[in-house]
């Protein structure tokens, strides 16, 4: 049988066990956890404050794929303190995967260490394909002891954004940072992002191209809604998102995307939704020698603006970075009377 058909007929069977009330894990024919965990805190920048805090996890791959790995970390009282992705393309064998759990957000939470790894998950597939979880495990590993003040604190989160203006445009605004690579990685947290990023009223529709958003004096349509991530010296890039709306919370990671030959690699999505906020990882495998990697995020939306507008921003999980905005009018004119932004 060759290795593709012994793929599609796992696939198959996984499939058809869910019609009977069996999990995934039942199949444990593709990859599982070898029990093997390691933790160490990660200062990227030098400035002796820790941006994340990695946990290697073993797997053990029987079919070559890609796979995904994700689990959360909880302080001694159970609270849940923050989240963390990895996906990667594997052969068969013994590898590890590394989860990144963001110092910013661990910070943020106040609670101290020592963490204990649970909701641990690992799936073979990807977003486009389709996923099938390998194993599950919920108390899986406990961390060393950190306190909360060890790592990166956050900055203020508040802007206003006002004026008054006549017209529709169709605007792009692009973030780009220089991104520190460590043993041949990179990775970059977005935590905290609210969609729509705005604490004015919002009232917000759903139709069939998207969601439609009215705020005092703007009107945003669902479409266009591209979200597109771009990396430059690396061999792949992948896109990691958790929405939190309320108790729930949904977790989907990309397909891996490879560079092409001048070492760029592309991610693009529409998938983004108000109505809640996000935590993002972006993160993939660094060309040979890089000591850093260009990232750029860029956003793409149709505003449509009439008479004065009062909006106060917050920028909570808005990435540090050189941050540019390109506008264009559509049928015919725009103008700003005024504008404010501070």
């Known amino acids: 049988m060759t290795r593709g058909l012994l ?3 796992i696939f198959l069977v996984a499939l ?20 093997e965990f ?68 661990i910070e943020q939470s106040r609670l101290n260490g020592p963490y204990r790894l649970g909701n641990l998950s690992l799936s073979w597939g990807s977003a486009s394909s389709g996923l099938i979880s390998c194993a599950r495990q919920n108390d899986a590993y406990t961390t ?33 940072a220089i991104v520190p690579t460590f043993s041949g990685r990179y990775m970059y947290d977005i935590a905290g992002l609210n969609m729509p990023p705005v604490s004015s009223p919002v009232e917000i529709k759903g139709s069939k191209s998207g969601y439609n958003l009215t705020m005092p004096g703007v009107y945003v349509p669902g479409k266009p809604n591209n979200f597109t991530v771009a990396a430059d010296e690396v061999k792949n890039i992948n896109v ?48 040979e020698n890089e000591t850093a990697v260009n990232l750029t995020m860029s956003v793409t939306k149709k505003l449509v603006v009439d008479g004065p507008f009062s909006l106060v921003i917050n920028t909570t999980g808005f990435p540090s970075g050189s941050y540019s905005i390109n506008a264009r009018a559509l049928n015919g004119s725009f103008c700003f009377d005024e504008i404010d932004y501070r």
């Open 144 to 176: 060393a002891n950190y306190n909360s003040s060890d790592f990166a604190d956050p900055e203020d989160s508040s802007r206003l954004l006002r004026g008054t203006g006549d017209g529709s445009l169709l605007v792009t605004l692009s973030i780009t």
């Open 16 to 35: 058809s066990s869910s019609a009977y009330g069996q999990t995934a894990s039942d199949w444990p024919d593709l990859a599982s956890l070898t029990g």
């Open 38 to 105: 390691s933790d160490k805190g990660i200062d990227i920048n030098g400035d002796g404050r820790l941006d994340y805090l990695n946990i290697d996890v073993g797997v053990n791959v029987l079919v070559p794929g890609e796979y995904s790995l994700y689990g959360f970390i909880f302080d001694k009282n159970n609270k849940k303190v923050a989240w963390a992705a990895d996906h990667r393309v594997f052969s068969d064998g013994n590898h590890t995967m590394q989860l990144l759990f963001d110092g910013k957000t």
């Open 240 to 287: 990691a998102v958790m929405k939190l709306q309320g108790n729930l919370q949904r977790i989907w990671v990309s397909s891996q995307f490879p560079a092409d030959s001048m070492g760029k690699a592309v991610a693009e999505s529409d998938l983004i939704s108000p109505g809640g906020s996000y935590n993002v990882k972006i993160f993939g495998d660094a060309a």
């Open 7 to 9: 793929i599609l007929l």
